[in-house]
């Protein structure tokens, strides 16, 4: 089983920044995709950004520009670098891990709040 442990939310003015941290942990797994969905208040999870083992990202438009998706493969560990924050970019922002031969993995979730 793979635990994915999420870190660096928190509370910041709008323009502020943010770096989030998800690193996989477990025996014996393999971890293909790796990426960030978030969920505010009362709305959908959707996704926010997303990159492969070989590092094509893929990001949500309302994110493009002010968001970077990057991983370290040695670490099994994802991370968002999230610049020019929003109110709306307020949410639960999730991290994910797709295995080859099983369900996809979540992350706890944590939280970002972005005040006006």
């Known amino acids: 089983q793979v635990q994915l442990v999420e870190s660096g939310g928190g509370l910041v003015q709008a323009g502020g920044f943010l770096r989030l941290s998800c690193t996989a942990s477990?025996?014996?797994?393999?971890?293909?995709?790796m990426g960030w969905y978030r969920q505010p208040p009362g709305k959908q999870r959707d996704l926010v950004a997303a990159i492969t083992r070989g590092g094509s990202t893929n990001y949500a438009d309302s994110v493009k520009g002010r968001v970077t998706i990057s991983r370290d493969n040695a670490k099994n560990t994802v991370y968002l670098q999230m610049n020019s924050l929003k109110p709306e970019d307020t949410a639960v922002y999730y991290c994910?891990?797709?295995?080859?031969?099983?369900?996809?993995?979540w992350g706890q979730g944590t939280q970002v709040t972005v005040s006006a």
């Open positions: 994910y891990a797709q295995h080859p031969f099983s369900t996809p993995s």
């Open positions: 477990g025996r014996g797994f393999i971890i293909n995709d």
